[in-house]
């Protein structure tokens, strides 16, 4: 039987061969964003540097041609970007998956970084929410705090704007990867798009967010990643996070 967290140290492209067809239930993909730049941090550093869009364009699309024929028919798929490339990716997955299999576009929303005076302060990621099949995906709607004086108190079902501070550089949950996501980001996402019990699978998954949010709920996880650092860095963390029943 298969390790129920898999980390594998490969280009998605040649790591997505070996998945059986039709086996994940959700993926989520944050890849590099094409900033232009090496994102580097203390605990280790990768490329997001691609000549023009189109190229980083190229480099998605033939990746996630790829990963379809592994996603069930109850599937999800989660891909977060930002205003450099989601208004591509969106045309992408119309024209792969069709225009009907759109769920939302979600808006993580932060505080943390710096601003401009010639723009508006950008402040969100994007994260844009497609279906296999519209009838039969899975999703259960994530309760958050109210915020409304009405309401004080109480929770209520999550909007397309998830409002979830980025880490700080005091975080305790901060591994010193560049660009690692917040657990409570990947714990309403999985939650909610992905059955109990089911595999989500995360071709870039860095510093392993995912994987770990994903044995915090009981769900089963696959992460690539072509840097070792980064493999090295999830492995640590899954293995220090106890399975639920273990907790
Ligand atoms: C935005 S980071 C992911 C951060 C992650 N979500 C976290 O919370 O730590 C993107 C990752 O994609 C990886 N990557 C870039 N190109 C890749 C490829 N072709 N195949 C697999 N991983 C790749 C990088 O090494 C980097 O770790």
Known sequence: MHDPHRVIQHDWIDAISNIDDASIDLIYVDPPFNTGKTQSAIAGEYDDAWATTEEWLGWFRSRLERTLPKLKPTASLLIHTDWRTTHHVRLLLDELLGEDRFVNHLIWKYGLGGSSPRRFARKHDDILFYCIDPDTYHFEAPMVPATSN?????????????????LNNMASERVGYPTQKPLALLQLLIGACCPPGGTVLDPCCGSGTTLVAAKNLNRHAIGFD?????????????????APHDA
């Open 226 to 242: 072509q840097n070792p650092d980064a493999c090295e860095i999830t492995m640590d963390r899954l293995k220090k996070t106890p």
């Open 150 to 166: 009405r309401m004080k108190g109480q929770v209520k079902k999550a909007t397309d704007v998830l409002d979830i501070p980025t």
